[in-house]
């Protein structure tokens, strides 16, 4: 299918939680979307879509069930069923958004969903959102480093960040 007729996935980022801490751009992506996807991990209302909840009444919703695990295969098939279903809508020429909590480039489940529709040729972008730790940061009126001082990022499932005395 032609490029031209098929809709734009967007990897959305919608901040850390406050509604006023969403980006123009991710208001203005999400504004233009006719489709809003999000992950589902079978627990509580998606907290990506309480935040931005003003932006996407009325507009079409896909929930994109996630397992909260780490057998990769369990998680590979998850991440190609919600491209499958992504891609469908946008070989319709409609465009998704997809809501993440904080920054999509920062251990976001789209980012692999992304990196499936990429590899099959569709239109992607990503919007970048502020994340917790920046806002943390911010709400205790404190900076995360300065100067030649360094920032690390670890995932909550890493060793590394257990410090040697």
């Known amino acids: 299918?032609?490029?031209?007729?098929?809709?734009?996935?967007?990897?959305v980022g919608v901040g850390s939680g406050d509604p006023e801490l969403m980006t123009f751009k991710a208001v203005e992506v999400i504004r233009l979307?006719?489709?809003?996807?999000?992950?589902?991990s079978g627990g509580n209302e998606s907290v990506a879509l309480k935040i931005s909840g003003q932006y996407i009444a009325g507009k079409s919703r896909l929930s994109c069930p996630m397992p909260m695990t780490t057998d990769p295969e369990r998680l590979r098939r998850a991440h190609?069923?919600?491209a499958g279903k992504i891609a469908g809508i946008l070989d319709a020429g409609?465009?998704?958004?997809?809501?993440?909590?904080?920054?999509?480039?920062?251990?976001?489940?789209v980012m692999y969903v992304h990196r499936i529709l990429s590899g099959k040729g569709y239109d992607t972008a990503i919007i970048p959102g502020i994340a917790s730790f920046c806002a943390v940061a911010a709400a205790i009126n404190q900076p995360l480093c300065?100067?030649?001082?360094?920032?690390?990022?670890?995932p909550s499932s890493s060793t590394a960040y257990v410090l040697q005395a």
């Open 1 to 11: 299918m032609d490029n031209e007729a098929r809709g734009f996935f967007y990897a």
């Open 33 to 40: 979307c006719e489709w809003i996807a999000y992950a589902d």
């Open 80 to 82: 190609e069923e919600a």
């Open 146 to 154: 300065l100067g030649d001082e360094e920032l690390h990022i670890f």
């Open 94 to 109: 409609k465009s998704v958004a997809f809501l993440v909590l904080g920054d999509p480039s920062i251990y976001a489940t």
